[in-house]
């Protein structure tokens, strides 16, 4: 086990014991670039964090479009796969930043980066899912 430690990345330092999950400049430990608390993580924790949560966004979003007689749920959910892609880049630049900086931020890399795979693989391959199941049902029918 890596010890879990929380990061500001405003002030690039180790922050051993948060008050209110904020460093004792008080910045809040949370990155909205990695959609994530300044907590260092494993990347493999980071990812299938992220695809979870990306799965339950996904089928938030989808249930949502069935609801709305008006908007057509394919285009509602290509919307959130190419967000999901978007995000992964953004989690993954940062990623190479942190990394270019140096420092303890350089501990928030393997979380950006797990988080940016996440967000990328849940958006290129749900559409593939999709249309095997897709497939499935026409092979059904
Ligand atoms: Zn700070």
């Given at each position: 086990m890596i010890p879990r430690m929380w990061i500001c990345p405003i002030c690039n330092q180790l922050v051993p014991n948060p008050v209110k999950r904020k460093c004792p400049n008080g910045h809040g430990l949370f990155d909205g670039r990695i959609f994530g608390s300044c907590k260092q993580q494993s990347f493999a924790a980071s990812f299938f964090n992220t695809l979870f949560a990306c799965v339950?966004?996904?089928?938030?979003?989808?249930?949502?479009?069935?609801?709305?007689p008006k908007t057509s749920p394919t285009s509602l959910n290509g919307a959130t796969l190419a967000a999901f892609i978007v995000v992964g880049i953004g989690g993954f630049l940062r990623g190479r930043k942190w990394a270019r900086?140096?420092?303890?931020?350089?501990?928030?890399?393997?979380?950006?980066?797990?988080?940016?795979?996440?967000?990328?693989?849940?958006g290129a391959v749900f559409p593939l899912a999709a249309g095997i199941a897709g497939i499935a049902r026409g092979l059904i029918r």
């Open positions: 339950l966004i996904f089928a938030a979003v989808a249930a949502f479009a069935t609801l709305l900086q140096g420092g303890p931020v350089v501990r928030l890399v393997p979380r950006a980066n797990g988080m940016a795979a996440g967000c990328i693989l849940a």
